[in-house]
C-alpha cells in the first residue's frame, strides 16, 4: 500500500506541474509522464487483484458537476471513466444548477479517473479562458454560448482519444510472464465484473441526445485538448441519465 501512495503521490506532482505551466512543451512532457504512470499503475493493481480474488469488488463513488457548463463537465468525467474501465451515470434534476454524477469501478481505476478529469477539467476552461471568441460569435450571448460549447467538446474528444491510446498502449507493453493469464483477459474480464454489476443498478436509462457544435471552435478545442496530451457523447437532461 505504500508503494501505492508513493505512485499515486508521484502522479499527482507531474499533474499540479502540468496544470502550473503556461509553456506548452513542459505541459505536454509532464501529462504525457503522468498517464504513462497512470495506466501502468491501472494494469498492475489489476493483474494483483487478479491473483488474490475475492478480495476486491467495484465501488460506487459520486462526483459533483456544476454551471457554467455542466453538462460539458458532465461528458468529460463520463469519458474519463469509461476509458478507465469505470461507469457513470449522471443524476440530474430538471433546471438545476449543480447535480450528481454515479461512478462506478474498482477503486484504483476510480482513483485515477478522479485524478485525470479534475486536472483535465481544470486544464479545458485555462485553455477556454485563454481561446476567448473570436469576434464573428460575439454578436449575441446564444453565439458565444455556442462557440464555447463547441470547444470544449473538441478538446474533451481530442483529450479522450489520448487517454485511450495511452491506456491501450500500456495494455499492449505489458510483460506477461510465461504460464501466467494475459494482461488482455485480465483487463476484459475486470471490464465485464463492472458492466454487469452497472446494468444491475442502472436497469432503466434514459437515451441522451445530440450536441450541435460549431466546426471551428470544436477545431480549435480538439487542437487544446492535443496540447493537454493525457492520452461527442451524447448528454440528456432527464434525471437519471446514462454517459454510455
Not at 487517454?163 to 494482461?183: F, K, M
Given at each position: 500500500?505504500?508503494?501505492?501512495?508513493?505512485?499515486?503521490?508521484r502522479i499527482r506532482g507531474l499533474l499540479a506541474k502540468a496544470e502550473g505551466t503556461d509553456n506548452e512543451h513542459e505541459r505536454k512532457t509532464f501529462m504525457a509522464a503522468a498517464e504513462s504512470q497512470m495506466a501502468k499503475y491501472g494494469i498492475d493493481r489489476a493483474r494483483l487483484a487478479y491473483l488474490r480474488p475475492g478480495r476486491e469488488k467495484p465501488e460506487l463513488r459520486s462526483v459533483e458537476v456544476a454551471d457554467p457548463w455542466m453538462r460539458e463537465q458532465a461528458t468529460l468525467v463520463h469519458g474519463v471513466a469509461e476509458a478507465l474501465r469505470c461507469r457513470a451515470v449522471w443524476m440530474r434534476a430538471p433546471r438545476a444548477k449543480k447535480s450528481?454524477?454515479?461512478?462506478?469501478?474498482?477503486?484504483?481505476?476510480?482513483?485515477r479517473a478522479e485524478l485525470l478529469y479534475t486536472s483535465l477539467m481544470l486544464q479545458m476552461f485555462r485553455a477556454l479562458n485563454r481561446q476567448g471568441v473570436p469576434?464573428?460569435?460575439?454578436?449575441?450571448?446564444?453565439?458565444?454560448?455556442?462557440?464555447?460549447r463547441s470547444f470544449l467538446h473538441g478538446f474533451i474528444s481530442e483529450a479522450l482519444n489520448r487517454i485511450r491510446a495511452a491506456e491501450q498502449r500500456a495494455a499492449d507493453e505489458a510483460q506477461d510472464a510465461p504460464g501466467e493469464v494475459s494482461t488482455e483477459i485480465v483487463l476484459i474480464e475486470r471490464d465485464q465484473?463492472?458492466?454487469?454489476m452497472f446494468a444491475k443498478m442502472y436497469?432503466?436509462?434514459?437515451?441522451g441526445r445530440k450536441v450541435t457544435v460549431d466546426a471551428d471552435a470544436y477545431n480549435r478545442g480538439a487542437e487544446a485538448g492535443r496540447r493537454a496530451d493525457v492520452g461527442g457523447t451524447r448528454l440528456d437532461g432527464a434525471p437519471q441519465a446514462a454517459l454510455r
Amino acid at each position: 500500500m505504500a508503494d501505492n501512495d508513493k505512485i499515486l503521490t508521484r502522479i499527482r506532482g507531474l499533474l499540479a506541474k502540468a496544470e502550473g505551466t503556461d509553456n506548452e512543451h513542459e505541459r505536454k512532457t509532464f501529462m504525457a509522464a503522468a498517464e504513462s504512470q497512470m495506466a501502468k499503475y491501472g494494469i498492475d493493481r489489476a493483474r494483483l487483484a487478479y491473483l488474490r480474488p475475492g478480495r476486491e469488488k467495484p465501488e460506487l463513488r459520486s462526483v459533483e458537476v456544476a454551471d457554467p457548463w455542466m453538462r460539458e463537465q458532465a461528458t468529460l468525467v463520463h469519458g474519463v471513466a469509461e476509458a478507465l474501465r469505470c461507469r457513470a451515470v449522471w443524476m440530474r434534476a430538471p433546471r438545476a444548477k449543480k447535480s450528481t454524477m454515479d461512478l462506478l469501478g474498482f477503486a484504483p481505476d476510480l482513483e485515477r479517473a478522479e485524478l485525470l478529469y479534475t486536472s483535465l477539467m481544470l486544464q479545458m476552461f485555462r485553455a477556454l479562458n485563454r481561446q476567448g471568441v473570436p469576434f464573428g460569435h460575439t454578436s449575441t450571448k446564444a453565439k458565444r454560448d455556442a462557440y464555447s460549447r463547441s470547444f470544449l467538446h473538441g478538446f474533451i474528444s481530442e483529450a479522450l482519444n489520448r487517454i485511450r491510446a495511452a491506456e491501450q498502449r500500456a495494455a499492449d507493453e505489458a510483460q506477461d510472464a510465461p504460464g501466467e493469464v494475459s494482461t488482455e483477459i485480465v483487463l476484459i474480464e475486470r471490464d465485464q465484473v463492472v458492466h454487469a454489476m452497472f446494468a444491475k443498478m442502472y436497469p432503466k436509462l434514459s437515451k441522451g441526445r445530440k450536441v450541435t457544435v460549431d466546426a471551428d471552435a470544436y477545431n480549435r478545442g480538439a487542437e487544446a485538448g492535443r496540447r493537454a496530451d493525457v492520452g461527442g457523447t451524447r448528454l440528456d437532461g432527464a434525471p437519471q441519465a446514462a454517459l454510455r
